[in-house]
T-cell receptor
């Protein structure tokens, strides 16, 4: 089955700096890669996703890149703000599977 | 849409008692998932349903755990008897048939004392 690894487990950046979170996956058949943000006391919320036929996707300050050859994908947050502080999860799914496989999460702390 | 609705938000129970967690998925979503989240193990998939039918329950830790989905708008996760190590946040999520747009509920924080 699919295995997703996520790094780093914790990340601290100053407000205004950029943050990058990286994930690798094992199943070359995976074709959909969502990212979730989980704030304290809440459920994970989808913030951006990318399909395997696209190399990069942007949504305001958030972008995701995908390298199918290397089987890794990354989340980029620019001009970080305190409200970006949360736990971020990457995930992957294959066309033949019926469930997402999640990474272990990255706790992002944006300091003033 | 109100999103995925879970109840209760918090549950504190004594060891040995039965606990029932409830979930209402988003209308029209064909898939329903139950997850457990702990600091040690992260997000674990317990079981999932497709069109009300259980598809994969390999993540259910023990026979003490059971889940049902009697109709498209309701699911339960039951623990009987509960143990302190069951303490965790339990999430329900639903998804449309293309499995894009997984949506999580707000979770139930279970504490077994």
């Amino acid at each position: 089955g699919e295995n997703v690894e996520q790094h780093p487990s914790t990340l601290s950046v100053q407000e205004g700096d950029s943050a990058v979170i990286k994930c690798t996956y094992s199943d070359s058949a995976s074709n959909y890669f969502p990212w979730y943000k989980q704030e304290l006391g809440k459920g994970p919320q989808l913030i951006i996703d990318i399909r395997s036929n696209v190399g990069e996707k942007k949504d305001q300050r958030i972008a995701v890149t995908l390298n199918k050859t290397a089987k890794h994908f990354s989340l980029h947050i620019t001009e970080t703000q305190p409200e970006d502080s949360a736990v971020y999860f990457c995930a992957a799914i294959t066309g033949t599977a019926s469930k997402l496989t999640f990474g272990t999460g990255t706790r992002l702390q944006v300091t003033l | 849409d109100a999103g995925v609705i879970q109840s209760p938000r918090h549950e504190v129970t004594e060891m040995g008692q039965e606990v029932t967690l409830r979930c209402k998925p988003i209308s029209g979503h064909d898939y329903l998932f139950w997850y457990r989240q702990t600091m040690m193990r992260g997000l674990e998939l317990l079981i999932y349903f497709n069109n009300n039918v259980p598809i994969d329950d390999s993540g259910m830790p023990e026979d003490r755990f059971s889940a049902k989905m009697p109709n498209a708008s309701f699911s339960t996760l039951k623990i009987q008897p509960s143990e302190p190590r069951d303490s965790a946040v339990y999430f329900c999520a639903s998804s449309p048939s293309d499995l894009l747009g997984y949506t999580f509920g707000s979770g139930t924080r279970l504490t077994v004392v």
